[in-house]
């Protein structure tokens, strides 16, 4: 979205003097309000308007366009705040879920232990019963 603001920004400062003022669209316009530069955005096409060649930018001009380059890195700089806040979370949830497989794979294993060795248990009751000469010959 920002990325749209600054090309619509991009056009607005880099038209030539025979073409008309154009404003931003309706996406990058909704985002300037979100970063509260309008009022700088609107002072730039008020520029723009009284002088469209702009070969030579005034003081106001250039402030403009620094306040709306500041708020748009400010932006910018937060999105990647929250995207590294993103990238942590998933981070843990991962490693959590190692661990809580690692668990779940060390109690299956003993339960896997204790299955082998009750197992074996009756079948070697199983056969000690048979020995017997009663149960042999049943």
């Known amino acids: 979205?920002?990325?749209?603001?600054?090309?619509?920004?991009?056009?607005?400062?880099?038209?030539?003097?025979?073409?008309?003022?154009?404003?931003?669209?309706?996406?990058?316009?909704?985002?300037?309000?979100?970063?509260?530069?309008?009022?700088?955005?609107?002072?730039?096409?008020?520029?723009?308007?009284?002088?469209?060649?702009?070969?030579?930018?005034?003081?106001?001009?250039?402030?403009?366009?620094?306040?709306?380059?500041?708020?748009?890195?400010?932006g910018l700089l937060q999105i990647d705040k929250t995207n590294a806040a993103i990238d942590s979370e998933l981070e843990e949830i991962r490693v959590i879920r190692a661990e809580l497989s690692a668990r779940q794979d060390r109690a299956q294993g003993k339960i896997n232990v204790a299955s082998i060795i009750s197992g074996s248990v009756l079948g070697i009751a199983a056969t000690s019963l048979q020995f017997k000469s009663s149960t042999a010959n049943v």
Do not use: C, K
């Not at 404003?23 to 469209?52: F, V, Y």
């Open 1 to 74: 979205m920002l990325f749209l603001l600054l090309a619509s920004l991009g056009v607005i400062w880099a038209q030539s003097s025979n073409e008309p003022t154009r404003r931003l669209s309706p996406e990058a316009w909704q985002i300037a309000q979100e970063l509260g530069i309008t009022t700088q955005i609107e002072e730039l096409e008020q520029l723009r308007a009284t002088d469209p060649t702009d070969s030579n930018p005034s003081m106001r001009s250039l402030i403009d366009r620094q306040e709306v380059l500041q708020e748009l890195l400010v």
